[in-house]
């Protein structure tokens, strides 16, 4: 069993930059893949970035903005978010999975554990 918690959502203008973290609590978590995928209102689970065995996953849509980080020895992922737009705005999940493999990194159904969410809103 792998417990999340994310935290460092808001409400921040066009262009700003904000920082999201997802704890990770568990047995052998660090044998884990982590990933952050989001979802905007009435838009399904979307991929966003994942961290596997020291390699780094991310979508196009966020690639050169975005950059997500691991830290083994505090068990936590962190999803350093720059140049935000408007379309950025979602509900951002930390997700993990022990199972994943390169071809499937960016499907939601391939991980077990999910985090409650963390709200990021960009708006003027």
């Known amino acids: 069993q792998v417990q999340l918690v994310e935290s460092g959502g808001g409400l921040v203008q066009p262009g700003d930059s904000l920082r999201l973290s997802c704890a990770a609590s568990?047995?052998?978590?660090?044998?884990?893949?982590l990933a952050w995928f989001r979802q905007a209102p009435g838009k399904g689970r979307e991929f966003v970035a994942a961290?596997?065995?020291?390699?780094?996953y991310y979508a196009d849509s966020v690639k050169g903005r975005f950059s997500m980080t691991r830290d083994n020895a505090q068990n936590t992922v962190a999803l350093q978010m720059n140049s935000l737009k408007p379309e950025d705005t979602a509900v951002y999940f930390c997700?993990?999975?022990?199972?994943?493999?390169?071809?499937?990194?960016?499907?939601?159904?391939?991980?077990?554990?999910w985090g409650q969410g963390t709200q990021v809103s960009v708006s003027a």
């Open positions: 997700a993990a999975s022990q199972t994943v493999i390169t071809s499937t990194i960016r499907n939601f159904n391939a991980y077990a554990y």
């Open positions: 568990g047995s052998a978590v660090r044998r884990y893949a």
């Open positions: 961290v596997r065995m020291g390699n780094t």
